[in-house]
């Protein structure tokens, strides 16, 4: 028992170490909006200080971000739409046909750095006069979710029996009818998993916004630096900035985590 005891104190003290480190940074980021730039700096106003909505007035007033967001938003739902519309038929196939090579090649798109496709994309994207479309921005985007959406999925499919699919067969419904009607339905928390990490990702990413997106299509991440100037950087403004990028994600997640854990967890027993 004791050892079980300091076993358990110290996941505990584990825990709350992971826990305080994640914590602290967003909770310094969270109070950071609602200063002014001398309190930010200021070490005796880390917890007590003057709350102020200046910093978020000048991130919707002076630097209107609602295109911004909106931009956000589109790339990231068509991203991950067209992503979920290939990637999970792919999935399956994958799955069921035993296709291990292509699985293989989906993992190395995840491996490769996302950096070293840039020049090429905007040599072709240029050439398409799309650097500055929305097309450029949610191409590109696919080439973090799609592999991310069919990885997940493979192992989701994996862990489905087959003998309910043919059942449904010996039924009278074709494979694709079986496919829709059993298989999609019971794959239901697994989409939703993937889905979500993917606009997640999407919503995160900055690198291929940077360099693709134009002045009408620009996203959060890259409207962000408009904070950070040769000389000087707005404190206050860029920690506002940051919680509104932030605070969609965290709303996003508290409210579909249960998806997420059923997507994680299904298919840890199969039968």
Do not use: C
Not at 15 to 36: Q, Y
Not at 58 to 68: I, K, Y
Not at 158 to 172: C, K, M, R, T, Y
Not at 213 to 231: C, D, K
Request: aromatic share 12%; glycine share 8%; net charge positive.
């Amino acid at each position: 028992m004791t050892r079980k005891r300091w076993l358990g104190i110290g996941r505990g003290v584990a825990l709350a170490v992971i826990v305080i480190g994640f914590a602290v940074p967003l909770l310094w980021m969270v109070l950071a909006a609602f200063k002014s730039s001398l309190d930010i700096t200021d070490p005796s106003k880390t917890l007590i200080f003057t709350p102020t909505l200046d910093n978020f007035r000048t991130v919707f007033g002076q630097q209107n971000f609602l295109p911004f967001i909106g931009n956000s938003l589109v790339v990231g739902a068509l991203s991950t739409l067209l992503s979920l519309l290939l990637g999970v038929p792919a999935a399956y196939a994958m799955s069921r046909f035993r296709m291990g090579g292509s699985a293989g090649v989906v993992l190395l798109a995840r491996i490769i750095p996302g950096v070293s496709l840039l020049v090429p994309w905007f040599y072709v994207f240029a050439n398409l006069r799309l650097v500055g479309n929305y097309s450029a921005l949610v191409l590109s985007h696919m080439f973090v979710t799609l592999p991310l959406i069919v990885w997940i999925m493979i192992g989701y499919y994996d862990q489905i029996p087959e003998e309910l699919e043919e059942s449904a067969q010996v039924d009278g419904l074709t494979p694709l009818a079986a496919f829709a009607r059993i298989t999609l339905p019971l794959s239901t928390p697994g989409i939703a998993t993937a889905s979500i990490l993917a606009f997640i990702f999407s919503w995160n990413n900055f690198m291929f916004a940077l360099v693709l997106s134009g002045e009408n299509t620009r996203t959060l991440p890259v409207a962000i630096f408009n904070f950070i100037a040769y000389a000087s950087i707005d404190w206050g403004g860029l920690m506002a900035a940051s919680v509104i990028i932030t605070v969609p994600i965290m709303i996003i997640a508290l409210f579909t985590q249960r998806y997420i854990v059923a997507g994680m967890t299904a298919g840890a027993t199969k039968g």
